[in-house]
């Protein structure tokens, strides 16, 4: 059974003092709603996914008290993407005709923390100062450069395309371009990594409608096909986050495991997309994820950033929302977001950022912590 | 002032060379960092302690140029902040162990050179004590 998208809302992301990570789940859902010409009592079931909201589920409070079944959802930096294959499975599985997956958080300022005990890690592992992503972002993209020839301008070059972008999506959280020379000038905080590379948890939600692929049109003159979706762990040898050791044999990152593992579910290959979204923790990020997805090989990057090609009206425009580094990072929303905006992209609601020549196929990739990634691919 | 290490059984201490402890699977072979006693690789649960050698590469690094969160950060902060180098050292045929380095320069780093073992102050804790880490240094 086939899953379509006809329906997707935005809480803007950002900083919203006053206002509930559950309100906002609300807003996303409502505007959702709206854009599927469905009401709240259509929705058959719900997928939420949040870090920091210990129950997504008592939006119902705000929505109404329908009795669907609502389950909650939090896996890493892929919540998002989880929340979204397990509600294209509850339709592909013949269960449900209609339902939703949303997400919704509200972080503090500054880098993420917990205890490290939760990720099977030692507790001197925390107090040495090793619990923290963005050392590990730090190292991956300074090995990565070594290796495959990338310039520190080439990273200051994707931060300013994603600000730049950022600057056209009203919902975005950083609206103001700043030049390469402002992100390298940035205090650094992990070489090669300057403040102005990194993105920011922050706050947000989003919502997307998905239905029986059959049933599409009836909701949706647009209706988008959501043609794969996965979620893989790491496996041992992988270079992950969180890790006091590793074994000297080396693999690939679960990035690659789920975009193999899509692409093979979508019978297509990263030629035949058109807007790509990915995880651009620090602009690192997004130039490894660029050739771990598929989308060139490794030390291609340089070249391309040069040239442009990740740019709106580039061969592969990747961010064209402004990606985490102009969104921040509500992890629970942060997925669906990517799928919002690929919607919008393919829809050809773009606005002033629309992709030119009438995209037909995206893609959306998220990446965290312990080791933990989603792709999904969707079409007209 | 007393001297204690950060934790016990991570590294031999007191000792002229220090050296990090780790686990060796009886099965498959496969050694870890620290001690653990299931194998990741074959799930055998026979593990052996092994000491690990005390020199080897750097293969991957950065710096740590803010305070991480604390907790479960429990080094100095504010101004008594000094950022440091962290990376991974690959012990020949054994582990890549992640570390903290001696050096927080750029210009003093670079992957492939040669690294050893070494125990260094860390923090005082509440009760006066010196808190000792392992750290790894540029080998000459």
């Known amino acids: 059974m086939d899953v379509a998208i006809v329906g997707v809302g935005l809480h803007p992301f950002g900083r919203f003092a006053g206002v509930s990570g559950i309100e906002m789940g609300a807003v996303a859902i409502r505007r959702a709603l709206a854009d599927a010409g469905v009401e709240w009592r259509d929705i058959q079931f719900a997928f939420g996914g949040s870090y920091e909201v210990d129950n997504p589920d008592a939006v119902v409070a705000l929505m109404g008290l329908t009795g669907i079944p609502f389950t909650d959802v939090y896996n890493g930096c892929a919540t998002a993407a989880s929340a979204l294959t ?79 972008n950022g600057a056209r999506n009203p919902n975005a959280f950083r609206r103001k371009p700043l030049s390469e020379e402002e ?92 807007v790509i979204q990915l995880q651009d923790t620090d602009a690192g990020a997004e130039v490894i994820h660029l050739a771990e997805n598929g989308f060139c090989a490794d030390g291609d990057q340089e070249a391309l950033v040069a040239d442009g090609a990740l740019e709106i009206d580039g061969s592969r425009p990747v961010n064209t929302d402004g990606g985490l580094i102009a969104n921040g990072e509500p992890i629970g929303a942060s997925g669906l977001r990517q799928v919002h ?35 999904s691919i969707l079409s007209v | 002032m007393v001297r204690t290490p950060v934790a016990e059984g991570i590294f031999t201490w007191p000792a002229e060379e220090p050296q990090l402890i780790g686990s060796r699977c009886t099965a498959c072979g496969i050694v870890t960092f620290p001690t653990q006693e299931s194998c990741p690789r ?46 991974y050292v690959e012990l020949p045929d054994e582990v890549k162990v992640e570390t903290r380095l001696t050096d927080a320069d750029p210009e003093a780093l670079t992957a492939g050179m040669e690294m050893e073992l070494v125990v260094v102050p860390f923090r005082t804790d509440d009760e006066g004590n010196e808190v000792m880490t392992f750290a790894f240094r540029p080998v000459g």
């Not at chain 1, 393919?346 to 992709?355: F, K, S, T």
Request: hydrophobic fraction near 35%; charged fraction near 20%; proline fraction near 8%.
């Open chain 2, 42 to 87: 074959c799930a055998a649960t026979g593990m052996t302690d092994q000491v690990l050698a005390r020199r080897g590469r750097l293969w991957a690094w950065t710096t740590q140029n803010f305070p991480p969160p604390s907790p479960p950060y429990a080094g100095p902060t504010g101004d008594a902040f000094e950022p440091y180098g962290v990376g």
């Open chain 1, 341 to 375: 905006e690929v919607v919008r992209q393919l829809r050809g609601q773009g606005d002033d950022r629309q992709v030119p020549g009438a995209p037909k196929v995206g893609y959306t990739q998220l990446y965290g912590a312990p080791g933990t990634a989603g792709v």
């Open chain 1, 183 to 274: 992100i390298l000038g940035s205090p650094v905080l992990n070489y090669p990594l300057t403040q102005y590379m990194f993105c920011s948890p922050d706050e947000g939600a989003a919502a997307v409608v998905l239905c029986r692929a059959e049933d599409a049109r009836r909701y949706s003159d647009t209706p988008v096909y959501l043609r794969a979706s996965t979620v893989r762990t790491r496996r041992l040898g992988a270079f992950e986050v969180h890790s006091p050791w590793l074994p000297i044999e080396e693999t690939v990152g679960p990035t690659v495991d789920a975009s193999r593992a899509a692409f093979e579910m979508a019978g297509i290959g990263p030629e035949d997309v058109d």
């Open chain 1, 86 to 164: 397990l509600a294209a499975n509850a339709i592909r599985l013949g269960d449900h005709d209609l339902g939703i997956a949303v997400g919704m958080d509200k972080h503090l300022p500054g880098a993420f923390s917990a205890d490290p005990r939760q990720y099977a890690c030692p507790s001197w592992y925390g107090e040495l100062g090793h619990f923290v992503t963005t050392k590990f972002f730090g190292m991956k993209i300074n090995k990565y450069m070594h290796d495959h020839g990338i310039s520190q301008s080439t990273l200051a070059k994707v931060a300013a395309k994603n600000y730049r």
